[in-house]
Nanobody
Framework: VQLQASGGGLVQAGDSLRLSCAYS????????MGWFRQAPGKERAFVTA????????YYADSVKGRFTISRDAAKKTMYLQIDRLNPEDTAIYYC??????????????WGQGTQVTVSS
């Protein structure tokens, strides 16, 4: 599996942004894709995940209500919609993929990361 993330940039607080992650490889009923982020000086943290087979979604408590994960199976692409961005969302966002649970850890495949910077 290969992953290619895109869509980051410099935005202002209150703006919205959509990140994309295109993948190549096979999917199965246990295939998950997810987003993680690493803020300056902090460890990489789970943000959200989606089970490819049925679109079930999972979110970290800290992002519920502002972040939306989705997928387009035909385009083999996953998306992360981020609304009402604030400076605390500044981070490198990574997409990742795995086969099997758990959905918040143990990912085997990683994209290169895309920088999101939110100015106040």
């Amino acid at each position: 599996v290969q992953l290619q993330a895109s869509g980051g940039g410099l935005v202002q607080a209150g703006d919205s942004l959509r990140l994309s992650c295109a993948y190549s490889g096979r999917t199965t009923s246990t295939y998950f894709m997810g987003w993680f982020r690493q803020a300056p000086g902090k460890e990489r943290a789970f943000v959200t995940a989606i089970r490819w087979s049925d679109g079930s979604t999972y979110y970290a408590d800290s992002v519920k209500g502002r972040f939306t994960i989705s997928r387009d199976a035909a385009k083999k692409t996953m998306y992360l919609q981020i609304d009402r961005l604030n400076p605390e969302d500044t981070a490198i966002y990574y997409c990742a993929a795995k086969y099997g649970l758990p959905y918040a850890a143990g990912y085997s495949y990683w994209g290169q990361g895309t920088q999101v910077t939110v100015s106040s």
